[in-house]
C-alpha cells in the first residue's frame, strides 16, 4: 500500500493531467459518434425503403422474365414437336410419355405450380401431373363459381392471344391460382398454373403467415391477380388503398391491417402493378428502441464528462500552465516533447494511408460483385451502382474475354489506368470467373463498331507486351445498358473459345461457315451451357450428360476440357464455389443452406474446397 500512496503522490500532476487530457478529447469525440448514429438512423431507414422498393422492382422483373419464360416454352412446344395429338391418342401408354414431357418443359418455368396442354375440340386436357376430363377440370378449377367457370372455359378456346385468370379477389391464398393461356399453335393450347406457393418459393422463399410479409400483384384496373398472404382481403377494405394503387408517383404508404401496421411499398411496369407490405416491426420497431436508448445514454454521458472534464481543468489549472511554459525554449524553440509530437502525427499519418488501401480492397471487392451479377443477368443492390458513377457515363459497353495472360491486383489496376488515360474510355480488368479467363469491361463514348474494333485492337497491343504467351481476345457485341452486358459477356466467350490466338470480334465469327471445329465447339458449348443450368443439382453426372445428348462419357470428358480449358470435375466445382459467393455476399443464410443451394450434398467437403480454392472458410470470406 506504501508503495501505491508513494507513486500517486509523486505522480499526481501526471495522473491528474492524463485524465484531463482523456475528458477532453473523449467528449468530442462522444459528441461526434452522437451525430453519426444520428445520420447512421436517418440513413438506415432510408436504406431500407430503398431496400425494399428494390424488391418490389425486381419482383415486377421476375414476373416479366416468367412470363417470357412462357411465352418461350410455349413457342419451343410448338416447334419441337415432342408431344403430338395423334401418337398422344395412339395409345394409352402415350399419355403417360407426354405428361412426363410435359413436367420437363414445365420445369423450366420456376413459377409455374402445373403446366396444362389441350388440343382444339379435344375432351381432356393433359397436365404435368395428370391427364383430366375437360369439364371435370374446368369445374374443379373453378370451384363452384359459374362466372369463374366461364372465364376458364375462354382460356381453352382462345387460341389467339394471352388470357389470364385469377381467382385471388374470392378464394384464400392458400387455394387461389392465376391461369394463363398462351397459344401454340392454331390447335394446341398451354395453359399455366401459378399458385401462392410457387411465387414464394421461388422469388422470397418461403414465407410464413406469421412473418406478414405480403406479395400481391395487380392489373392495370386494381384487380388482384396473385397473391402469397392471407391478409390482403383486409387491406381491400380500406378505402385509401385503391387510390394509392392507382395512383401514379405514390410509391410508398403505410396501412394498419387488423391492428398491425405495415409499409406497402408499389412498382408499376407492363401494365401490372406489383406492391409489396412489409410489417412494422421488421423495419423501424428494433432501430427506434436502439436509437433511443442510445442516444439517452450518450447524451448523460457527455453531461457527466462533461462536469468532471471542468473539475479537472479547476484542479489542474496552475500545474498546467507551469507546464506549458516548459515546452518552450527561452528562445522560442521547441524542447523534445514536440518531436515526440511530430512523431505521433506521423504514425497518424501511416495508419491513414494503411486504411485507404484498406477501402481501396473494399472498392475492388465490390466492383467485382456488381460484374458478377451483371454477366450473370442479376440486378446489383441499387445503392452499391450508384457508387461507381463512370456507369452512367458512357454511350455503350462491351465485354472482351482474353486467354494467355494473368494480372496481379495492382497490375490490373495499373494497366486499366494506362489504356483509360490513353483512349479516354472506362475500363474495369478482373478475373473472378476462371482462372485461365481474363474478362475486361469496357465503356466508350460511342457505339460505333470501328470504335470498338480500334478499342479492342489497342488493348490487344497493350496486353501482348506484357506476356510471351499465345495471347487470343474475343470481343462481344456493344450494348447500351449495362443490364444487357450479359449478351456481350456470352458473345465473347464464344468469340475467345472459337479463336486459337489473335482477336476476334463475334461479329466476324457469326459470319464464317460451319466447320467441323465449329460444330465440335457448338457440342462443347451445349455441355457447358447444360453444367450452368444445372450446377446447382446434387445429381448432375457426366452420365447424366451423356444420357441427355447421346453422347459417350469419354467424347463429353475430352471436348469439355478442350472447350472450357480444365475438366468437368474443375468447371463446376468451380461455378458452385462462384455461386456460394455471390451468396455469402449477397444473403444471410447459413453455411450449410448455401452448401445445398449450391450443389454440395456434404458441408464439409464443400467448407474444405472452399478454403483450398479461395484460400480462407466460407465463414472468413463473408465476413471480409
Known amino acids: 500500500m506504501k508503495k501505491i500512496k508513494h507513486f500517486l503522490i509523486k505522480y499526481k500532476f501526471f495522473i491528474r493531467l492524463t485524465i484531463t487530457v482523456l475528458f477532453a478529447a473523449t467528449i468530442p469525440i462522444i459528441i461526434f459518434n452522437r451525430n453519426m448514429m444520428n445520420h447512421t438512423y436517418r440513413d438506415t431507414v432510408i436504406k431500407n425503403n430503398n431496400y425494399y422498393a428494390g424488391i418490389t422492382a425486381n419482383m415486377r422483373l421476375y414476373s416479366s422474365e416468367q412470363m417470357a419464360l412462357m411465352r418461350n416454352t410455349s413457342i419451343k412446344l410448338g416447334y419441337e414437336k415432342r408431344?403430338?395429338?395423334?401418337?398422344?391418342?395412339?395409345?394409352?401408354?402415350?399419355?403417360?410419355?407426354?405428361?412426363?414431357?410435359?413436367?420437363?418443359?414445365?420445369?423450366?418455368?420456376?413459377?409455374?405450380?402445373?403446366?396444362?396442354?389441350?388440343?382444339?375440340n379435344a375432351d381432356y386436357v393433359l397436365s404435368s401431373?395428370?391427364?383430366?376430363?375437360?369439364?371435370?377440370?374446368?369445374?374443379?378449377?373453378?370451384?363452384?363459381?359459374?362466372?369463374l367457370k366461364n372465364r376458364i372455359n375462354g382460356l381453352f378456346t382462345d387460341n389467339i392471344?394471352?388470357?389470364?385468370?385469377?381467382?385471388?379477389?374470392?378464394?384464400?391464398?392458400?387455394?387461389?391460382?392465376?391461369?394463363?393461356?398462351?397459344?401454340?399453335?392454331?390447335?394446341?393450347?398451354?395453359?399455366?398454373?401459378?399458385?401462392?406457393?410457387?411465387?414464394?418459393?421461388?422469388?422470397?422463399?418461403?414465407?410464413?403467415?406469421?412473418?406478414?410479409?405480403g406479395l400481391m400483384i395487380y392489373n392495370g384496373d386494381g384487380e388482384l391477380i396473385l397473391s402469397n398472404a392471407e391478409f390482403v382481403g383486409s387491406i381491400h377494405n380500406d378505402p385509401e388503398f385503391t387510390p394509392f394503387l392507382l395512383e401514379y408517383g405514390l410509391n410508398r404508404k403505410d396501412f394498419i391491417i387488423d391492428g398491425t401496421a405495415f409499409s406497402f411499398y408499389k412498382n408499376a411496369g407492363g401494365g401490372m402493378i406489383y406492391v409489396l407490405a412489409i410489417k412494422h416491426e421488421h423495419l423501424l420497431q428494433t432501430i427506434n428502441s436502439l436509437y433511443t436508448y442510445t442516444d439517452r445514454i450518450t447524451v448523460i454521458t457527455i453531461m457527466l464528462l462533461t462536469l468532471l472534464l471542468l473539475t479537472t481543468i479547476y484542479m489542474n489549472y496552475r500545474p498546467l500552465l507551469k507546464l506549458s511554459k516548459r515546452f518552450i525554449r527561452p528562445d522560442g524553440t521547441p524542447r523534445g516533447e514536440l518531436d515526440i509530437l511530430e512523431y505521433t502525427i506521423q504514425q497518424f499519418k501511416q495508419e491513414n494511408e494503411s486504411m485507404n488501401e484498406q477501402l481501396s480492397g473494399y472498392g475492388r471487392i465490390l466492383m467485382d460483385f456488381i460484374f458478377h451479377n451483371l454477366v450473370y443477368g442479376l440486378a446489383p443492390p441499387v445503392d452499391k451502382f450508384l457508387e461507381f458513377e463512370a456507369f452512367g457515363r458512357m454511350e455503350s459497353y462491351f465485354i472482351i474475354v482474353t486467354r494467355g495472360i494473368k494480372f496481379t491486383v495492382s497490375e490490373s489496376e495499373t494497366t486499366a489506368k494506362e489504356i483509360s488515360d490513353e483512349r479516354g474510355i472506362f475500363i474495369y480488368i478482373t478475373g473472378v470467373f476462371h482462372e485461365h479467363y481474363i474478362f475486361v469491361l469496357c465503356g466508350l463514348n460511342t457505339g460505333s463498331y470501328e470504335e470498338r474494333s480500334r478499342t479492342a485492337r489497342y488493348i490487344f497491343e497493350t496486353f501482348s507486351d506484357k506476356t510471351d504467351s499465345v495471347l487470343t481476345i474475343g470481343v462481344g457485341k456493344a450494348v447500351s445498358i449495362l443490364p444487357e452486358i450479359k449478351n456481350s459477356?456470352?458473345?465473347?466467350?464464344?468469340?475467345?473459345?472459337?479463336?486459337?490466338?489473335?482477336?476476334?470480334?463475334?461479329?466476324?465469327m457469326v459470319n464464317k461457315k460451319p466447320s467441323p471445329d465449329n460444330k465440335k465447339n457448338e457440342l462443347a458449348a451445349s455441355f457447358i451451357k447444360y453444367v450452368d443450368e444445372h450446377f446447382t443439382d446434387p445429381n448432375i453426372s457426366l452420365n447424366r450428360i451423356s444420357d441427355e445428348f447421346k453422347i459417350s462419357i469419354y467424347v463429353i470428358s475430352r471436348l469439355f476440357k478442350e472447350s472450357a480449358g480444365v475438366g468437368y470435375k474443375e468447371y463446376i466445382t468451380g461455378k458452385r464455389i462462384d455461386f456460394s459467393k455471390r451468396l455469402l455476399l449477397t444473403t444471410d443464410k447459413n453455411i450449410n443452406d448455401i452448401a445445398r443451394l449450391s450443389g454440395f450434398t456434404d458441408v464439409a467437403n464443400f467448407n474444405k474446397l472452399f478454403k483450398s480454392i479461395c484460400g480462407v472458410t466460407p465463414s472468413a470470406f463473408r465476413l471480409k
Open 489 to 508: 459477356y456470352f458473345g465473347a466467350l464464344t468469340a475467345v473459345e472459337s479463336c486459337s490466338g489473335g482477336l476476334a470480334m463475334i461479329e466476324d
Open 83 to 120: 408431344i403430338v395429338r395423334q401418337t398422344v391418342e395412339a395409345h394409352n401408354y402415350n399419355y403417360i410419355l407426354a405428361i412426363k414431357e410435359l413436367e420437363n418443359y414445365r420445369r423450366f418455368i420456376p413459377s409455374s405450380a402445373e403446366m396444362f396442354l389441350y388440343f382444339k
Open 129 to 147: 401431373k395428370a391427364k383430366y376430363g375437360k369439364n371435370f377440370l374446368i369445374s374443379y378449377l373453378a370451384g363452384g363459381d359459374d362466372y
Open 161 to 213: 392471344s394471352i388470357n389470364m385468370v385469377s381467382n385471388f379477389e374470392t378464394a384464400s391464398a392458400v387455394n387461389a391460382r392465376l391461369l394463363i393461356s398462351m397459344p401454340v399453335n392454331e390447335e394446341i393450347i398451354a395453359v399455366f398454373s401459378v399458385t401462392r406457393d410457387s411465387l414464394g418459393q421461388f422469388f422470397l422463399g418461403a414465407l410464413n403467415d406469421e412473418q406478414k410479409t
